[in-house]
């Protein structure tokens, strides 16, 4: 009875960092990689140049078909005013998994000042096409279960994305809906001869997430970047909350820097343990080191889950690869200290 109530409770408390492998992009700590696009499609060309994001994630080395993730991301200026940009990704979850692509246009209004001057509000609209998966090939039961349909059974949706962004100077704040559209998932009832007439199986098409951020950027040679990332998933009622705050430092042969995010969940589930009864809260402690030479980015994070339940010791563990061009020209750049809208 413990080891079920306990790995009741994993099972819950995980859906609050993993299950969102099934609804788009999983927003883990890439985005403070210089990676703003990859969440908010209002950031596509922001900057006077392109840049391409690679990035690799893994959870738990040690467990089989643990959680993994993987995007390709490029965006750029298109004309004085546009922004365009394009992201594949692939997640997978045990016996789940996700291949999808993103295309993005955004729109640049220059609100006050000279090209130099950031001050712009942007706007962003992003399509998804998705094709989702569960491999049921490898289900076993002793006796026949109508619920399982033993194949590899897939489902495409579309769907699109949201966001507004504010940018001027060394402050910023971003705004986005994911999932704007009703899309009922039938991938759960497909193959299912215990529901013939799709009773059994809630539909679920409220998909929406709302983030919300805000930071600044203090400093010149040394350089501090507060900021603040808030998640809200309609459907589940589910929060979130990353305080986050990196340190830059210019060096002769580009720029170093570091960081630490701190991701609260609002909402805890409850456990049972040694005859005691607990509510445990989602609480990640990310660090973050990466370094900017010439035109390239290299980042690593490590998220490291605190708690008394947890399902394995290990950590999360994240790389992002970087590449800037088409903004050599110190003319080009924005007068201020802005990493993201600056190559």
């Known amino acids: ?87 594949i990704f692939n997640d997978a979850n045990g016996f789940h998994s996700q291949t999808g692509f993103k295309f993005t246009y955004a729109h640049h209004l220059q609100l006050a000042g000279d090209f130099r001057t950031l001050n712009q509000l942007s706007f962003g609209l992003s399509g998804t096409a998705l094709l989702s998966s569960v491999d049921e090939t490898e289900f076993r039961s002793v006796a026949f279960d109508p619920a399982i349909a033993g194949s590899k059974i897939t489902s495409s949706y579309f769907n699109f994305d949201l966001g507004v962004s504010y940018n001027y100077r060394e402050f910023y704040s971003h705004f986005t809906i994911l999932n704007v559209l009703a899309s009922t998932r039938e991938i759960y009832r497909i193959g299912r001869a215990d529901d013939p007439d799709n009773l059994v199986v809630p539909r679920v098409d409220n998909l929406r997430r709302y983030l919300f951020s805000v930071g600044y950027v203090f400093g010149r040679k040394t350089r501090i970047e507060p900021s603040v990332l808030l998640q809200l998933t ?110």
């Open 234 to 343: 309609e459907f589940t009622e589910e929060a979130t909350v990353d305080f986050n705050a990196k340190v830059y430092r210019d060096v002769e042969f580009g720029t170093i820097w570091g960081g630490l995010s701190y991701r609260r969940s609002f909402d805890g589930a409850q456990f049972q343990q040694d005859g005691s009864f607990g509510e445990q809260r989602l609480q990640l402690f990310t660090p973050i080191v990466g370094i900017n030479y010439k035109n390239f980015l290299v980042s690593y994070n490590y998220s490291y889950q605190s708690g008394d339940i947890r399902f394995d010791n290990g950590g999360f563990h994240q790389i992002t690869l970087g590449y800037d061009f088409g903004q050599n020209d110190q003319e080009k750049r924005y007068d201020c200290y802005c990493p993201a809208a600056n190559n």
């Open 1 to 87: 009875m413990r080891r079920c109530l306990i790995l009741s409770t994993f099972v819950l408390f995980c859906c609050v960092f993993t299950s969102k492998a099934q609804e788009g992009i999983p927003v883990y700590f890439d985005y403070l990689a210089d990676n703003y696009y990859l969440v908010y499609p209002s950031m596509a060309g922001i900057s006077e140049g392109t840049k391409i994001r690679l990035t690799a994630r893994q959870q738990w080395f040690d467990v089989e078909d643990a959680p993994n993730l993987q995007t390709l991301n490029i965006n750029s200026r298109v004309g004085e005013k546009s922004g365009i940009g394009g992201i």
